[in-house]
């Protein structure tokens, strides 16, 4: 994959993508990333990037020229593009919208917007997604786009270290993660389940896949209802959701 990322503060990415999975990830040749200052892609002596709202309002908008000529410009014919804008009006990001990317496209241009927002002849004409990272907004795209990077980067193949490291991730299942817990088994007195000390697997399994029930419902009740509504829990499990729900 390759990441063309378009934002007025460049220096912001000084840092982000140097530890990790992602370092590794850029050494083995899995993604590149390029930042790329917006500014260059102006013709004005000032390198203007942003103007004020027709129809008046408080603050500044991006302009359409230096995206247009940005895009243009990085956008790679023999490469599967998607041009996307971080933007609070966005879709909402999830783990199925990271899936879709990492496996349909080899190059994403990730526009960062700022200030009041972008013109909007730029979401119509050239982004093929608006993209939000959640339901608040922050000052500019640039920590959004980091988030994506981070997400779809680890879903390549051969990026994380085994093979099956992805699947079990939370949301893949529908679910929360269940609980993991390390070395020392008794720690201030709090011990580990001790199912997990017991060498069982199949039990250890069940006993995962009942945690991360019960660590959904609490938490994310909506995702429970999602899996309800695709019929994608056994009868007992359903059964089990139904009891614990009467106790609370
Ligand atoms: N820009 C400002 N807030 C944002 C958000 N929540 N998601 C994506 N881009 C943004």
């Known amino acids: 994959m390759r990441f063309d990322l378009l934002t007025i503060f460049p220096e912001f990415f000084v840092g982000p993508f140097e530890f990790g ?3 590794r990830a850029k050494q083995q040749g899995q993604v590149e990333v390029n930042i790329h200052d917006l500014r ?3 013709t004005d002596k000032h390198h203007i990037v942003d103007d004020r709202p027709f129809g008046g309002d408080d603050g500044m908008v991006l302009k359409p020229e230096p995206l247009f000529r940005a895009v243009e410009a990085l ?3 023999d490469e599967q593009t998607a041009v996307v804008l971080l933007t609070p009006q966005g879709r909402v990001f999830q783990q199925s919208e990271a899936q ?3 496996h349909n496209f080899t190059q994403m241009i990730l526009i960062c917007g700022r200030y009041e927002g972008v013109d909007e002849r730029v979401a119509q004409h050239i982004v093929t997604d608006e993209i939000s990272i959640g339901d608040y907004v922050l000052t500019g795209g640039e920590i959004p786009a980091m988030v994506l990077v981070d997400a ?3 879903l390549l193949p ?3 270290g085994s093979a099956t490291s992805a699947v079990n991730d939370s949301f893949s299942t529908g679910l929360l993660d269940f609980p993991q817990y390390t070395r020392p088994a008794s720690f201030n007195g709090i011990d580990v389940p001790e199912i997990l000390l017991s060498g ?3 039990n250890i399994a069940k006993w995962r896949r009942r945690e991360a029930l019960r660590k959904t419902l609490k938490m994310r009740p909506d995702l429970i209802q999602a899996l309800l509504a695709r019929a994608a829990l056994t009868a007992e499990e359903q059964r089990w959701i139904e009891e614990t729900q009467q106790e609370n």
């Open 75 to 77: 956008r790679k014919p």
């Open 21 to 23: 999975i992602i370092r």
């Open 200 to 202: 069982h697997h199949a």
């Open 100 to 102: 879709r990317f990492a």
């Open 158 to 160: 051969n990026v994380l």
């Open 40 to 42: 260059s892609f102006t």
């Open 152 to 154: 779809i980067t680890r």
